[in-house]
């Protein structure tokens, strides 16, 4: 009478579970840098996303739009790295880059959109001083000088992965490559 054995051994089970934890070792810091690296990526990428929109809702609106930095998700911030906080969408009808109720000023301005803080970023920065928003006219032109927003991971070693979003005073923006701190 013969028996068939089906299944594994202690031994070889213990040898695959080796194996795998030695891979797992070796690939863990490449995930790492992937994963910054994407994090980074889809940063860069709502802010350009949502850059585009104010600017073709300021087109369609016929009024200003502006995109802010917030850091509460209701008003705008002045602070040199808020950025990474989050930041608003809204038309700007008056002027003074705050969202405003209706009054006798005017009518209630729309808050368009809000992005609430960014996983995995150190910091995300302008290199004006008026970096803290950017104002989109009813011509689709940038109110401000030219920018350059620089999103920097969290962590150490990651310089690789800093992304750099360009804004010309056409108001047409865009991403530089990986690793670019500048838009030349």
Same mark, same amino acid.
């Given at each position: 009478?013969?028996?068939?054995?089906?299944?594994?051994? *202690?031994?070889?089970?213990?040898?695959?579970?080796?194996?795998?934890?030695?891979?797992?070792?070796?690939?863990?810091?490449? =995930?790492?840098?992937? %994963?910054? +690296?994407?994090?980074?990526?889809?940063?860069?990428?709502?802010?350009?996303?949502?850059?585009?929109?104010?600017?073709?809702?300021?087109?369609?609106?016929?009024?200003?739009?502006?995109?802010?930095?917030?850091?509460?998700?209701?008003?705008?911030?002045?602070?040199? $790295? $808020? %950025?990474? &906080?989050? %930041?608003?969408? =809204?038309?700007?009808?008056?002027?003074?880059? +705050?969202?405003?109720?209706?009054?006798?000023?005017?009518?209630?301005?729309?808050?368009?959109?809000? +992005?609430?803080?960014?996983?995995?970023?150190?910091?995300?920065?302008?290199?004006?001083?008026?970096?803290?928003?950017?104002?989109? +006219?009813?011509?689709?032109?940038?109110?401000?000088?030219?920018?350059?927003?620089? =999103? #920097?991971?969290?962590?150490?070693?990651? #310089?690789?992965?800093?992304?750099?979003?360009?804004?010309? *005073?056409?108001?047409? &923006?865009?991403?530089?490559?990986?690793? $670019?701190?500048?838009?030349?």
């Amino acid at each position: 009478m013969k028996f068939n054995t089906n299944g594994l051994t *202690l031994l070889e089970l213990l040898l695959v579970l080796a194996m795998m934890a030695v891979l797992t070792s070796l690939a863990a810091p490449s =995930f790492r840098s992937l %994963w910054v +690296q994407r994090s980074v990526s889809l940063a860069a990428e709502a802010l350009l996303g949502d850059l585009r929109y104010a600017r073709s809702e300021a087109l369609k609106r016929a009024r200003p739009v502006l995109v802010c930095q917030s850091s509460n998700g209701t008003s705008c911030t002045r602070d040199s $790295a $808020a %950025w990474a &906080a989050g %930041w608003l969408v =809204f038309v700007d009808s008056n002027g003074n880059a +705050q969202v405003d109720a209706a009054s006798d000023d005017g009518p209630t301005e729309d808050l368009l959109r809000v +992005q609430s803080a960014l996983p995995a970023l150190a910091s995300i920065t302008s290199n004006v001083s008026t970096g803290h928003r950017i104002t989109f +006219q009813a011509t689709g032109s940038a109110k401000s000088a030219a920018q350059t927003i620089v =999103f #920097t991971p969290a962590g150490s070693g990651t #310089t690789d992965s800093i992304r750099a979003l360009c804004i010309s *005073l056409q108001g047409r &923006a865009r991403l530089g490559p990986t690793g $670019a701190t500048s838009c030349r």
